[in-house]
Every structure is written in C-alpha cells, then in structure tokens.
C-alpha cells in the first residue's frame, strides 16, 4: 500500500512534469499566418509545399511578427530583375563616364576663350594634314595626265602599249583614289572634332554659369544622360510620378505588338514576344534615393537571329530614347 501511495504522487509528478515541457516545445515551435490567392487567412506551425509561393509571417508565441518571407517570384519576375539590374549597371557607367568627362573638362580649361584657342589650334593641325593630302592628289593626277599621254602616243603611232606604262597607270589611279579617301577621312574628322568641342563648350558654360555647384550639377545632368540613354525617366516628386506613370503605360500600348501580361502600380509588362518582328516593352518603377522614383523602360525581342538584330537596331534605340520626351511632352501638356 505504501509503496503504491508514493508511487502515485511521483507518477502525477512525471505527467505533469511531461504536459510542461509539451507545452514549452509547443510554444517554441514556430508559427505561421499567409494569406492564399482566395483571400483567405491560414495559421499553422508548418506550411504545406503548394502555399509556400504565398508572402507569410513568423509569428512569436505573442503573436508578433518576427520574420517576413516575400512572396516568391515567378520566373517573368526574375528575369525581369535580371534585365533591370543590368540596366542599373548600364545606367552606372554613363553616369560615371559623363562625371569623368566633366572632371576633365573643368581641370583643363580656365574659360571658354581657352577652349575656343584649344579648338582652332585642332582645326589647324587638321586642316594642315588635309592640305598635304590635296597636294599629294595634284601631285598623282598630273602623273596620271603624263602616263595617259605616253599611251596615247603609242596608239597614234599603231604601238602596242607597253605592260609597264598599263601597270603604272593602274597603280597611280589606286594611289588617287586612297588619297580621295584619305581626304574624305580628314574632312569628316574635322567635322567631328569641330562639333565635339562645341558640345563641351556648351556643357562648360553649362557647369560653370550655373549657381549649383559643378561637381553636383554634374552628377545630376549625367543622370539624366543617362536616362535618355537607356529609357528612363526621372520623376521629380510622387504626384508627377503618378502621372508619369499613366503615360508610361501609354507609351508601352503605342509600341509594344504583344497582349498584356501584368499591369501593377510597380509593374506594367507586355507578353513575351512571338514572332521575329514583335517588339514587347514593360515598364517597372524604381527607388532611386532622396525620395525619388524612376521608370525603366525595358524592350524585349525573340530570342532568334532577326529577333536579336532588331533589338540592337535603330528603331528599338529610336523608341528607347523617345521614352523620356514622350513622357515630359505629356506632363508639360497637363499643366
């Protein structure tokens, strides 16, 4: 009897012993809340593997949030973040090429007057490298004019033209047709030259008239570049963003030949292109910093050999640059 009356309390003791640390370990298991496609709300410690795709929350045993997991991303998403990291990248550069030019510029001329001597000493140098080319023209031409007279003479005197003289005439047509194209070259080198200085005098006047100062106004400026570069467009606050976007989704109806596919206040996207000719644009909204937004452009082409060639042409550069104007064109109409 006595054995049984302690062996009972001690068994009680073991039970209640065991209920606690159930309870414990329930405590410390992890807990769940998602919501599925339908709207409804789920909690439980595990999530079965056809929910996962679903945002959820780690819950502590208080029932506060201590962990989110986001929503999982389709395979369009994810190449979508692909192609706009790469236009991040793509972005980066010009940005950082138009900073460097301007670095340049500002350290190596005082003024304008010194670019504009800078510019005339170039268009010398080059005007004097064309002139020995058109001398080198006459001098050939007047060659050529003597060795066409030789055969001549031989004709008229019922002679056989020489092999030699029939070579030299040859060869001295080929050394004027080089020159001519030596010439070509130093007359488009010119014009290039000649508008590129005027660019950055243009750009110097521009840095240094302004009451900014130049290293900010130059970072500013070359973003913006950059966004004519690529296809973007940089909203100045939240309600022209707005805007920007209405137009945006536009602008990708008026080019794109593909159906829609998403259509988010982050994501406008058009189906993936079908045919060799199809053109499939999106559009995705950006955190840029300082509390402003961006809106990349992305075109997408078929993965085929005109596919790719039409995505690397001029008409998909000629819509990628228009974006910008097309969307400040709109806004400007509004006010």
Known sequence: MLNLR???????????LLLEVGAQDLYAKKMYRWV????????????PQDQIQH???????????????EEAKTQEQV??????????REQEKIIAKQKSHDKVLLSTFRNVED????????????????????????????????????????????????????????????QIDTVKIEIA???????????????????????????????????????????NELGLFVCENQRQCDKAWDLARSFVAKYSTTPVDIDTDKLIMR????????????VSKMELGERRQQIFLDIRCRKSTIGVELCAGPKVKRIRHSFSKYIESGLSSEQ
Request: glycine share 4%.
């Open 6 to 16: 302690v062996a009972k309390p001690i068994t009680l003791l073991v039970a209640f």
């Open 79 to 88: 190449e979508l973040e692909k192609r706009l990291e790469k236009l991040r």
């Open 36 to 47: 599925d496609d339908n709207g409804r709300v789920f909690f439980s410690d595990q999530v």
């Open 115 to 174: 670019m504009k001597l800078a510019l005339r000493g170039k268009m010398s140098a080059l005007d004097a490298q064309r002139k020995v080319a058109e001398g080198n023209q006459v001098r050939l031409e007047l060659q050529l004019d003597q060795q066409q007279k030789q055969a001549a003479s031989y004709e008229r005197n019922g002679q056989k033209v020489p092999q030699k003289l029939l070579d030299e005439i040859a060869a001295t047509k080929e």
């Open 55 to 69: 945002k959820r929350e780690e819950l502590n045993e208080s029932a506060r949030v201590v962990d989110v997991v």
């Open 185 to 227: 070259r130093h007359l488009q080198k010119r014009k290039a030259v000649k508008k590129e200085f005027e660019t950055d005098i243009e750009r110097f006047i521009f840095l240094t008239q302004s009451k900014t100062e130049p290293s900010r106004l130059s970072g500013k400026s070359a973003e913006y570049k950059a966004a």
């Open 271 to 282: 189906a993936p292109p079908k045919d060799d000719n199809d053109l499939s644009l999106s």
